[in-house]
């Protein structure tokens, strides 16, 4: 019998079908074959608030709010399908931070998404299809921060994402097929006050209806 070499389950439901049942051309006789469902209808919200004074480290708050995750890392060859839909009514994460007298560097973050696929291979070949659709009402995040007297970095972001999907392989032969569809109001807000910091200040809003990154390395 030919061996699944590695799965990995992400929020809902992974299958993994038989390596017997890949048949048809251009499919893999010996390898990973992964078939991930993933279906959300349920709201996902994530608040936090924090107080934070007297550190002599870093400090790194994050809000995570999210429907639909997806990670998937192989080290042989890979059939992989995924379906993720998203129809939940809300998506938010907040973060409220009052953050002073820090020795180190400060990182504030806030991220809100539909779905998220991330998938990465070093095999010879490798057939990734995907496909995800929003339908959430308004994936957002809010982020309200006051920091002050910090020697390092201070960093403040707040990022909304409908789909995203991420591949990178070492593989020749390599098969991507990718399909988005948001129909999501995306919101994000940054509000920051921050002085007395020796390091450097960043702070960065983003609120994106599709992302798709794909890095396939040359040999």
């Known amino acids: 019998m030919t061996r699944i070499a590695r799965t990995l389950i992400a929020s809902t439901a992974l299958t993994i079908l038989p390596v017997s049942l890949a048949c048809a051309d251009g499919s893999i006789s010996d390898g990973s074959n992964i078939l991930n469902n993933q279906?959300?209808?349920?709201?996902?919200?994530?608040h936090i608030n924090?107080?934070?004074?007297?550190?002599?480290?870093?400090?790194?708050?994050?809000?995570?709010a999210g429907g639909n995750s997806l990670d998937v890392t192989t080290m042989n060859d890979t059939n992989l399908t995924n379906n993720q839909y998203n129809e939940s009514g809300a998506i938010a994460a907040d973060l409220n931070a009052s953050v002073r007298q820090v020795s180190g560097d400060v990182n504030l973050s806030a991220q809100a998404f539909c779905n998220s696929a991330s998938i990465s291979s070093d095999p010879n070949n490798v057939s990734v299809d995907s496909s995800q659709e929003c339908h959430a009402a308004d994936p957002s995040t809010d982020v309200n921060a006051a920091v002050q007297d910090v020697a390092g970095n201070v960093?403040?972001?707040?990022?909304?994402?409908?789909?995203?999907?991420?591949?990178?392989?070492?593989a020749p032969n390599a098969n991507v097929t990718n399909n988005q569809?948001?129909?999501s109001n995306l919101?994000?807000?940054?509000?920051?006050?921050?002085?007395?910091?020796?390091?450097?200040?960043?702070v960065a809003g983003a609120a994106i209806g599709n992302s798709a990154q794909i890095i396939h390395y040359g040999n």
């Open 39 to 46: 279906i959300n209808f349920s709201n996902s919200f994530s």
């Open 50 to 64: 924090v107080d934070v004074g007297n550190v002599w480290g870093d400090v790194n708050v994050q809000s995570v």
């Open 155 to 170: 960093s403040v972001s707040a990022s909304s994402i409908g789909n995203s999907f991420e591949e990178d392989t070492n």
């Open 181 to 183: 569809l948001n129909d």
């Open 187 to 202: 919101a994000a807000t940054v509000n920051a006050s921050v002085w007395n910091v020796k390091g450097s200040v960043s």
